[in-house]
């Protein structure tokens, strides 16, 4: 019998995080799996599924391109499980601070069907990579000035807006959690910047 492609496709992922300290000192302080949520399946069948449209923006791979991260405080509340779709507790635009370094923005999170706007930050297109042949890394960084006063127990990384043909009519944006990580609280402080590498692999 033969394997069909289903079977064989199986999504993993791998989260690592970094401290990096104002001396220059690099300590790894959590490098764990992570779990790949139900998003990452909307996000495929959506890309699948996407017809040619007049309009540019509907033929564009942004909308399927994972852009976007979450830090969050309530990690201790979540049960890990692929049915996720947001984290427990987002950080909002405030905990962020007003750092230049990085670009923070709110927009809508999809939510089984519902949307809720919420707080952002940008993955760079340029620290994103090839990880093998069937594997990328997103690489990210809240930086010293970021996020300070902050326990930060979870992560999660978003397609842009894998939704944008069904919502075109009223100019709504959505993005989808595609992956989720907790872990032991991080009290962030302008003693150090975080780094954070996230690889997924097919």
Not at 21 to 32: L, P, T
Not at 166 to 189: G, H, M, Q
Not at 196 to 201: D, G, N, P, Q, S
């Amino acid at each position: 019998m033969t394997t069909g492609l289903r079977d064989s496709i199986k999504p993993s992922g791998h989260l690592e995080i970094t401290k990096i300290y104002k001396d220059g000192h690099h300590e790894v302080v959590y490098s764990q799996h992570n779990i790949i949520t139900v998003g990452m399946g909307i996000n495929l069948s959506e890309l699948f599924a996407a017809a040619e449209s007049s309009d540019p923006l509907q033929n564009s791979m942004e909308s399927y391109k994972i852009k976007y991260f979450q830090i969050g405080t309530g990690g201790d509340g979540v049960t890990s499980a692929s049915s996720l779709t947001s984290l427990g507790t987002p950080c909002t635009l405030g905990q962020y601070g007003t750092n230049p370094d990085i670009d923070v923005f709110s927009h809508n999170l999809w939510q089984n069907g519902a949307i809720a706007q919420k707080a952002f930050a940008a993955i760079k297109d340029e620290y994103t990579s090839k990880s093998g042949s069937t594997g990328v890394s997103f690489k990210f960084d809240i930086g010293i000035d970021v996020a300070n006063g902050v326990g930060i127990d979870e992560l999660g990384i978003f397609a842009s807006d894998p939704f944008r043909r069904l919502w075109t009519a009223d100019n709504v944006r959505a993005s989808v959690l595609c992956a989720y990580r907790k872990f032991p609280e991080i009290s962030k402080t302008n003693d150090f910047a975080l780094s954070f590498k996230w690889t997924i692999t097919f």
